[in-house]
């Protein structure tokens, strides 16, 4: 199983700030089959970005994905008051699995 | 637009069994691989299972193997999940979720499972 560890566990920023969010790979991953999802209180998860590096449908701009192999990292530009929320990245290999979340807080 | 609709959650004892349901409409159910993903109170996110377009490929997370089975009805749109044997680390909220190459993008709203005595 390929376990992915999310830092940090949470993040305290005020709006207009940048976010930088990190996933830790227990082995290289494929790019093509990493993923960040977005859940707000009380809501579904959403996909945020897909192959790594491309944003869902929907998603703004200020949202973006890098990294290979064992590293990958979600950044936000500047902070709306509706980024703030938990983020996950997941694999989605032949096991899926998933982080166990990053806390974006308002500072 | 895509909706996927849960049903079949609820309180059951420990040892006990009960069949989630998830409605699916808006898209091509019949060539999409789906999943059941699961949320603890106050946890993450944790994949339970998986089955692809023919119900060729199930593939079921550790934590649930031997004791859960999903299945899917592509003529009626509708996925399963059967769960046994279950324990109070099953109570979660379950999400029916479809799966495509992008990665999970499409979430139901989730069925909450309880399991205590």
């Known amino acids: 199983e390929i376990v992915l560890t999310q830092s940090p566990g949470t993040l305290s920023l005020s709006p207009g700030e940048r976010a930088t969010l990190s996933c830790r790979a227990s082995?290289?991953?494929?790019?093509?089959?990493v993923a960040w999802y977005l859940q707000r209180p009380g809501q579904s998860p959403r996909l945020l970005i897909y192959g790594a590096s491309n944003r869902a449908t929907g998603i703004p701009d200020r949202f973006s994905g890098s990294g290979s192999g064992t590293d990958f990292t979600l950044t936000i530009s500047s902070l709306e008051p509706e980024d703030f929320a938990v983020y996950y990245c997941?694999?989605?290999?032949?096991?899926?699995?998933f982080g166990q979340g990053t806390k974006l807080e308002i500072k | 637009e895509v909706q996927l609709v849960e049903s079949g959650g609820g309180l059951v004892r420990p040892g006990g069994s009960l069949r989630l349901s998830c409605a699916a409409s808006?898209?091509?159910?019949?060539?999409?691989?789906m999943n059941w993903v699961r949320q603890a109170p106050g946890k993450g996110l944790e994949w339970v299972s998986s089955?692809?377009?023919?119900?060729?490929?199930?593939n079921y997370a550790d934590s649930v193997k031997g004791r859960f089975t999903i299945s899917r009805d592509n003529a009626e749109n509708s996925l399963y999940l059967l769960m046994n044997s279950l324990s109070a680390e099953d109570t979660a909220v379950y999400y029916c979720?479809?799966?495509?190459?992008?990665?999970?993008?499409?979430w139901g709203q989730g069925a909450l499972v309880s399991v205590s005595s």
């Open positions: 082995q290289s991953v494929g790019r093509t089959y």
């Open positions: 979720v479809r799966d495509t190459w992008r990665g999970f993008d499409s």
């Open positions: 089955i692809s377009s023919r119900s060729t490929y199930l």
């Open positions: 808006g898209f091509n159910f019949s060539i999409s691989s």
């Open positions: 997941q694999q989605f290999g032949s096991s899926p699995t």
